[in-house]
C-alpha cells in the first residue's frame, strides 16, 4: 500500500482494503491477488439476487470429503458452476446428490477467495420435477379414486390355499430370489407361473402391462403376486403409470403388490386386493405356513382317534345307563304287582258284597211285587169285571142293563149280563 | 368337492395326487362327521380309516413337496420380455 498517493485515487476517503477503487487509467494500481478476490467477493455479496437465488441444473461428479460436505457441479447443456452443500445442510436434504441427478437448489453466490471462485452455496437441493410429479400423482389418484377402483369393497380375499401363483416380475435380481426362497420354505405345494418383465425406466409401464395380461390369459390361477425391489421415487414411478395401476384393477384373481419397501406407496398398491410392504411379505401373504399345515393336519388324525374312542365310550356309557335304569325298575315292577294283585282281592271282594246286597234286595223287591200282583189280589177273593171290548168296569153307571160282562175270579171266568145297576155298595164291601 | 366314496375308491397313489386344499378338506369332512357320532360302528370304522389314509396322504403331500415353476414365453412361445 502507499498511502502517501491518495490522489491517484478517485476516493481517497472512502479507500480501505475491503474495497478498493479502481485505479486511475493513467497510473496502473497494483492489487495483490488477494485484494482482487476480496474486491469480487464484496461486489457479489452486495447483490440481492445473488443471495437468494433458485438454480435448476444436473449434478455432475459430486464429492464426499471426510469433512462431511459435499461438492459438485450443477450443469446444463452449455455451463457450469462449482456448488457446495455443507454438512448440515445435507442432513437436511430430501435426496443425495448423486451424478446425473436434476435438482432445484436454493442458496446464495459467493466468491471463494483462496481459489478464485465463485461458487453455489447450496442451502436446500429438491429433485427437479418434483413438485410437478406429485402434482401429476395426486391428480391420478383423485382420478381414479372416482372411478371407484380403489373401493374396499372391491378387495378380494386372497384365497387360503392357492395352488397355482402368478408372479409378475424382473426374472432377475433378488426380488425373483427372495420370492422363490419364501414360497420354497413356507408352501412347496404351490405352482408358480413367472411373467417376466422390465421394472425400470421408461418402457417398464407397457412391459409390466403386458406381463399381467399375459397372466390373466392363464387357465386356473389362484392368486396374482407384482412385485419389485427398492429403489429411487424415480424407479418406482411406473407402478403410478395409469396404464398398470388400471391393468391391476383388472386382475380377474385376487391381486398382490409389493413394490420397494414399507414406506413405498403406489398407486397400484391402492388398487390391488392387497397390499404387501415388500416383495417377501407378498409371497408370504399370498400364502399358508405349510409348518402349520402339518400341525393342523396332525391334529384332525388327533380328533379323529379321539372321536372313534368316543364312539365306543358313549356306547358304553349308553348301555351302562340303561342297565342301572333297569336295575331301579326292577323292584318297583314287584311292588306294582303287589298293588295289583291287592287292588284285584279287594275289588272282588267289593263286587261279592255288592251282589250279595243286591240279591237281597232283589228278594225283597220280588216279595212286595207278588204282593201287589193281580193274582194275589184275586187269590184273595176279588174278581175283575171287564166289558166285552175289554175295558175294566169301575163305575156301576158306565155299564147298561143288559150288557155282558166277563168275570174274571182266581180260577176261571165268569160270563154274565147286567140285570140292574145301582151306584152304592161300595162301603157295604168295606165294612 | 369330491365326496368321501369317491375318494375311498382312489388307490394311494392316485389319492396323493388329489390337490393338497381337497385332502385336507375330505380329512376335516371325516373328523366332523366322527365327531358328531350319529353313526354304527362299522361307519366309524371305516370313517376312521378315511381319516387315517387321508392324514397319511396329506403328510406325504407335505414333506415331498417340491415348488414347481413355470417361465411363461421361455421358450418363446409368447415372446418374453428383455430382462434388466
Known amino acids: 500500500m502507499k498511502p502517501e498517493q491518495p490522489s491517484l485515487w478517485g476516493e481517497p476517503h472512502h479507500r480501505d482494503e475491503a474495497e478498493p477503487v479502481p485505479p486511475a487509467r493513467t497510473v496502473p494500481r497494483i492489487l495483490r491477488v488477494t485484494d482482487l478476490n476480496r474486491r469480487v467477493r464484496s461486489l457479489l455479496d452486495a447483490d440481492a439476487i445473488l443471495a437468494d437465488i433458485w438454480v435448476e441444473g444436473e449434478i455432475s461428479q459430486p464429492s464426499y470429503p471426510p469433512s462431511g460436505h459435499c461438492f459438485f457441479t450443477l450443469k446444463d447443456a452449455n455451463s457450469q458452476v462449482r456448488a457446495a452443500l455443507f454438512r448440515e445442510e445435507l442432513a437436511r436434504a430430501p435426496v443425495r446428490p448423486v451424478h446425473g441427478m436434476n435438482v432445484i437448489i436454493h442458496g446464495r453466490v459467493r466468491a471463494y477467495e483462496p481459489q478464485g471462485v465463485y461458487q453455489l452455496y447450496v442451502d436446500s437441493l429438491t429433485p427437479a420435477g418434483a413438485g410437478d410429479r406429485h402434482a401429476r400423482y395426486e391428480a391420478l389418484r383423485a382420478e381414479l379414486a372416482a372411478t371407484g377402483i380403489f373401493e374396499e369393497a372391491r378387495k378380494r380375499p386372497i384365497p387360503r390355499w392357492p395352488r397355482r401363483i402368478g408372479v409378475v416380475t424382473s426374472p432377475v435380481g433378488a426380488v425373483w430370489r427372495d420370492i422363490t426362497n419364501v414360497l420354497r420354505r413356507r408352501y412347496p405345494l404351490a405352482e408358480l407361473i413367472l411373467s417376466p418383465t422390465i421394472v425400470q425406466g421408461a418402457t417398464a409401464a407397457p412391459a409390466i402391462v403386458r406381463a399381467l395380461q399375459r397372466l390373466y390369459a392363464q387357465p386356473a390361477l389362484d392368486a396374482i403376486i407384482l412385485a419389485r425391489g427398492g429403489g429411487s421415487l424415480e424407479d418406482l414411478w411406473c407402478f403410478n403409470d395409469e396404464r398398470v395401476v388400471r391393468a391391476v384393477a383388472d386382475a380377474p384373481v385376487p391381486i398382490i403388490v409389493g413394490v420397494g419397501h414399507e414406506s413405498d406407496i403406489t398407486l397400484a398398491d391402492f388398487a390391488a386386493d392387497l397390499r404387501a410392504p415388500t416383495p417377501s411379505a407378498a409371497a408370504e401373504l399370498a400364502t399358508p405356513d405349510a409348518a402349520q399345515l402339518a400341525t393342523i393336519i396332525g391334529r384332525l388324525r388327533e380328533r379323529a382317534t379321539n372321536a372313534l374312542a368316543g364312539w365306543a365310550t358313549d356306547r358304553r356309557g349308553f348301555v351302562d345307563a340303561e342297565e342301572r335304569a333297569l336295575t331301579r325298575l326292577a323292584p318297583d315292577i314287584g311292588a306294582a304287582r303287589q298293588r295289583a294283585a291287592d287292588l284285584i282281592d279287594r275289588g272282588g271282594r267289593a263286587v261279592g258284597d255288592q251282589l250279595e246286597r243286591r240279591r237281597a234286595l232283589l228278594t225283597a223287591t220280588g216279595e212286595a211285587l207278588r204282593t201287589l200282583s193281580p193274582a194275589a189280589t184275586l187269590e184273595r177273593g176279588y174278581a175283575v169285571a171287564r166289558t166285552t171290548d175289554g175295558r175294566i168296569v169301575l163305575d156301576a153307571s158306565s155299564v147298561a142293563v143288559g150288557a155282558a160282562l166277563r168275570v174274571t175270579v182266581a180260577r176261571g171266568t165268569v160270563e154274565t149280563r147286567v140285570e140292574r145297576t145301582n151306584d152304592e155298595g161300595t162301603e157295604e164291601l168295606l165294612a | ?84
Open chain 2, 1 to 84: 368337492m369330491t365326496d368321501d366314496t369317491a375318494l375311498r375308491e382312489l388307490s394311494d397313489d392316485d389319492l396323493v395326487k388329489r390337490p393338497f386344499d381337497e385332502l385336507v378338506v375330505a380329512l376335516q369332512q371325516t373328523v366332523h362327521k366322527l365327531e358328531a357320532g350319529n353313526v354304527g360302528l362299522e361307519e366309524s370304522i371305516t370313517l376312521y380309516k378315511d381319516g387315517l389314509r387321508l392324514h397319511a396322504a396329506c403328510d406325504k403331500r407335505l414333506r415331498e413337496a417340491e415348488l414347481t415353476i413355470t417361465e411363461l414365453g421361455r421358450r418363446g412361445v409368447t415372446g418374453a420380455e428383455p430382462e434388466e
